[in-house]
């Protein structure tokens, strides 16, 4: 037989593992422990690019000829694409605009780039697009 020491401190050894057990929580509390794993998002997937303007929070400004001449063709004045440029939908509407307003304003020539900004580091390569073109 077990001196009575023993069996006092067996008895609440077994009764503090048995309230362990039962204030946890179980582990799995859906019923079918069978169905599929639906993930939030894919691991495997790439992050999704962001533009340069969103990703450096950069605000165009109609008076910052310098930063807007850095989207405009050297040759034929125009504007590049979103596909050249890889802007967001957001953005390339609002450089449209502020393009405009300072073509407007006199900050900026109408046809061609303003010669003392052709020396400026490009943030693209216009012969090479981001993405190509939709129809080509």
Same mark, same amino acid.
């Given at each position: ?7 006092? &401190? @067996? ?5 503090? /593992? ?29 992050? =999704?690019?962001?533009?340069? @303007?969103?990703?450096? =929070? ?16 050297? /040759? ?6 979103? &596909? ?7 953005? &390339? ?28 580091? =490009? ?14």
């Amino acid at each position: 037989m077990l001196p009575a020491v023993n069996k006092l &401190h @067996l008895l609440q050894t077994c009764s503090t /593992f048995v309230r362990s057990i039962s204030i946890t929580p179980a582990r799995f509390s859906n019923e079918n422990d069978d169905e599929p794993v639906v993930l939030e998002k894919n691991p495997y997937g790439k992050p =999704k690019p962001k533009c340069i @303007l969103c990703e450096k =929070k950069i605000e165009l400004n109609y008076k910052n000829t310098r930063l807007l001449q850095q989207f405009v063709s050297t /040759f034929s004045g125009r504007v590049y694409e979103r &596909h050249v440029t890889g802007l967001c939908n957001k953005q &390339h509407k609002r450089l449209l605009e502020t393009i405009a307003l300072s073509r407007r304003s006199g900050y900026m020539p109408i046809f061609v780039k303003d010669p003392k900004y052709l020396n400026d580091p =490009k943030l693209f390569d216009p012969l090479k697009p981001l993405t190509p073109h939709s129809y080509a």
